[in-house]
Nanobody
Framework: QVQLVESGGGLVQAGGSLRLSCAAS????????MGWYRQAPGKQRELVTI???????NYADSVKGRFIISRDNAKNTVVLQMNSMKPEDTAVYYC?????????WGNGTLVTVSS
């Protein structure tokens, strides 16, 4: 059974930084790809970034150069460092784990960027 728990959301001013963490339970973390999605009010959920089990990363164009994803397999943790934040980054951010065609979701953490 996989459980994902996000932390670190909150309110930040435009131009500021915020760090989200996701702690995963279970034994498949190190062999799974991890990602962050977000859903802004009134919009569809979108993929923000992925980090593979091998450590390769990919980012949505909207966050490229500002956000950094990293993982610590010893601690079963994935971190999203968000810099130079914009009001359009306001959303609920979800941690995800991808394994054998199944996507596991956290409950989400709210990030609000004020202008």
């Amino acid at each position: 059974q996989v459980q994902l728990v996000e932390s670190g959301g909150g309110l930040v001013q435009a131009g500021g930084s915020l760090r989200l963490s996701c702690a995963a339970s279970g034994s498949i973390f190190s062999i799974s790809d991890m990602g962050w999605y977000r859903q802004a009010p009134g919009k569809q959920r979108e993929l923000v970034t992925i980090i593979t089990s091998a450590g390769s990363t990919n980012y949505a164009d909207s966050v490229k150069g500002r956000f950094i994803i990293s993982r610590d397999n010893a601690k079963n943790t994935v971190v999203l460092q968000m810099n130079s934040m914009k009001p359009e980054d306001t959303a609920v951010y979800y941690c995800t784990l991808f394994h054998r065609g199944i996507t596991y979701w956290g409950n989400g953490t709210l990030v609000t960027v004020s202008s």
